[in-house]
Structures are given as C-alpha cells and as structure tokens.
C-alpha cells in the first residue's frame, strides 16, 4: 500500500508519529494499523455516540501501548450503546465494530465508523446518551 503525504501532513503509524518535510509517499510491505491527518477527530467534534466511538477507537490506535487500558473505556461506551433500544442496524453496527476492536483492527474500524456516521441521524437522539468520558462512568 502507497500511502502519499504533502508537505507537512502528519500520518499515525503503529503509534508513531511521521512528518514528511516536503511531499512523498511511503509504501507499506506489511500489515500496519495508521491514520491519516485528515481522519483525526478531535475530542470536542465528537458530538454523536458514533464519533464518540470513533473518538475512542482512534485514541487506541494513536496509543497502541496504553489501548489496553482505553479498551475499559471503549467497552463501557459500547455496552451503553447496546443497551439502549436502536434499530438492529445501528446495533448490529456496534457489535461489529466491537469484534473488530476485540481483535485490534483498529484501522478497519474507524473505516467502517467514518462511513456510518450519517446512521447517528437516522436511528438516535443524541441529546440524550451522555458523551464518553471517565466523569460519566463515575456517575
């Protein structure tokens, strides 16, 4: 797999951080889990309970060393999802996704997250699931 970065464009790679100085392209000759730039989401656009599990999923990802640990958080975030009455759907969605998580293809994850996005509109309220963060799991 080629992957082609501009000038200064950043790419999350098996937890590194990689910064072209100038426009290039890097080949992959084996399985890596990365990120792209211009696929992070920042804590606060995640607004939905879909980019919230993205948001999580990326931090795993980003921090592969510390994933064990945001896995807790991620599998709280899941449960809660479920737990709520969604089309089959949007449920079925999360129990995929969840697997995919399980076995760390966090890559093929956050793929499958960024083209359901628009499901969040469809099947929830989003003003009523609380975000994820450590504050909502104390409460």
Do not use: C, W
Request: hydrophobic share 40%; glycine share 2%; proline share 3%.
């Amino acid at each position: 797999m080629i992957i082609h970065l501009k000038r200064n464009e950043k790419l999350f790679l098996n937890g590194a951080v990689i910064r072209l100085d100038r426009r290039g392209s890097i080949e992959l000759l084996n399985d890596a889990q990365f990120l792209m730039e211009n696929h992070i989401l920042q804590q606060e656009e995640a607004k939905t309970p879909l980019q919230q599990v993205y948001f999580i999923v990326q931090t795993m990802l980003m921090d592969p060393t510390n994933a064990h640990l945001t896995m807790y958080l991620f599998d709280a975030y899941a449960e809660k999802l479920l737990s709520l009455n969604f089309q089959p759907t949007y449920r079925e969605l999360i129990i995929a996704i969840k697997k995919m998580v399980e076995t760390s293809n966090y890559y093929g994850a956050l793929k499958i997250l960024r083209q359901s996005f628009q499901l969040d509109r469809q099947f929830t309220n989003t003003s009523t699931i609380a975000p994820a963060t450590k504050h909502n799991e104390a409460a």
